[in-house]
């Protein structure tokens, strides 16, 4: 089935300062979604990419999805304290299973 | 906002009991899903469920693990003899999506966290 890799594992990060979180396959991916999960919470479904090269925004955050299709990145610009949590890229087949990614658990230092 | 329910928030069981995890998922959606995640870890696909049958499962969903749709709202999860590795949150999802699996938002309901003693 389709793995997914997410780089760093951890993330500090200074308030104010800029983030990039990665998420790799091996695979040809159809789709990549991307969650936030705050401590103690449940992921909450941010956005979804299905196009090669697509870029989506929203606000400070920047979703890429990589014109090879295997690899997607999540960048946050200006880092507050309410990105704190664990972000999680995950791929959906046409049957209905999602693999997730490890997650990257983001920490910010005001 | 619409969202999906599960109860009860903390179940706590003895090894080798049942358990049923219950969700609620949201009124329209027709495609549901159980995900467990242990802590400090990603998490885990268990199950999607589709047209009153499993659609898709994990190599973790073995045969101690169901999943029922009794009536036109709840969404159930079964471990018939629950062992110690079972603890972990458990989360069921929803979407709507009418035209196949690629989904559109797919809501997380707030868990059932499980503790096997």
């Known amino acids: 089935g389709q793995q997914v890799m997410q780089i760093p594992q951890y993330q500090h990060v200074q308030e104010g300062e800029d983030f990039t979180t990665y998420c790799n396959s091996s695979?040809?991916?159809?789709?990549i979604q991307w969650y936030k999960q705050r401590p103690g919470g449940h992921p909450v479904f941010l956005i979804q990419l299905v196009k090669s090269g697509e870029v989506k925004k929203q606000k400070r955050l920047t979703f890429q999805f990589g014109e090879a299709k295997k690899n997607s990145s999540l960048h946050i610009t200006a880092t507050q304290t309410t990105d704190v949590g664990t972000y999680f890229c995950?791929?959906?087949?046409?049957?209905?299973?999602?693999?997730f990614g490890a997650g990257t658990q983001v920490v910010v230092t005001p | 906002e619409p969202e999906v329910t599960q109860t009860p928030s903390h179940q706590v069981t003895q090894m080798g009991q049942e358990v049923i995890l219950r969700c609620v998922p949201i009124?329209?959606?027709?495609?549901f899903y159980w995900y467990r995640q242990i802590l400090g870890q990603k998490v885990e696909f268990l199950v999607s469920f589709y047209n009153n049958e499993i659609s898709e499962k994990s190599e973790i969903f073995d045969d101690q693990f169901s999943v029922e749709r009794p009536d036109g709202s709840n969404f159930t999860l079964k471990i018939r003899s629950t062992k110690l590795e079972d603890s972990a949150m458990y989360f069921c999802a929803s979407y709507l999506s009418g035209a196949g699996p690629i989904i559109d938002t797919q809501y997380f309901g707030p868990g059932t966290r499980l503790t096997v003693l």
């Open positions: 009124s329209n959606h027709l495609y």
């Open positions: 995950a791929t959906g087949d046409s049957w209905g299973k999602f693999q």
């Open positions: 695979t040809t991916l159809s789709n």
